[in-house]
């Protein structure tokens, strides 16, 4: 069974950054598509991020294109969400996902973390 386990996470003034890293253990899943989506208070789970499993690919939501950057690293079995130029509007806990099916990652994901929080202030 893989596990996901999300860290980065915390309270960030608007404008600032941070990192997000999900470290998969369990397994490799190194040929996995992986991804991160968010869910704030009151809505809907949404897509951010996702990426393929060479890295070569990757495709983000409207809302954090040129924000964000996903990245991956499969030696050490971890994908990363780079959280640029935060917003208030960023403020969600951050899930990330991995796919063993498809070459991106969708809310059909396999394998889910628990999630992280993020909180920017205004």
């Known amino acids: 069974q893989v596990q996901l386990v999300e860290s980065g996470g915390g309270l960030v003034q608007a404008g600032g950054s941070l990192r997000l890293s999900c470290a998969a253990s369990g397994r490799t899943i190194a040929s996995y598509a992986k991804g991160w989506f968010r869910q704030a208070p009151g809505k809907e789970r949404e897509f951010v991020a996702t990426i393929s499993w060479s890295g070569r690919n990757t495709y983000y939501a409207d809302s954090v294109k040129g924000r964000f950057t996903i990245s991956r690293d499969n030696v050490k079995n971890t994908v990363y969400l780079q959280m640029n130029t935060l917003k208030p509007e960023d403020t969600a806990i951050y899930y990330c996902?991995?796919?063993?099916?498809?070459?991106?990652?969708?809310?059909?994901?396999?394998?889910w973390g628990q999630g992280t929080q993020v909180t920017v202030s205004s």
């Open positions: 996902a991995a796919d063993s099916r498809r070459a991106i990652v969708t809310m059909d994901a396999d394998f």
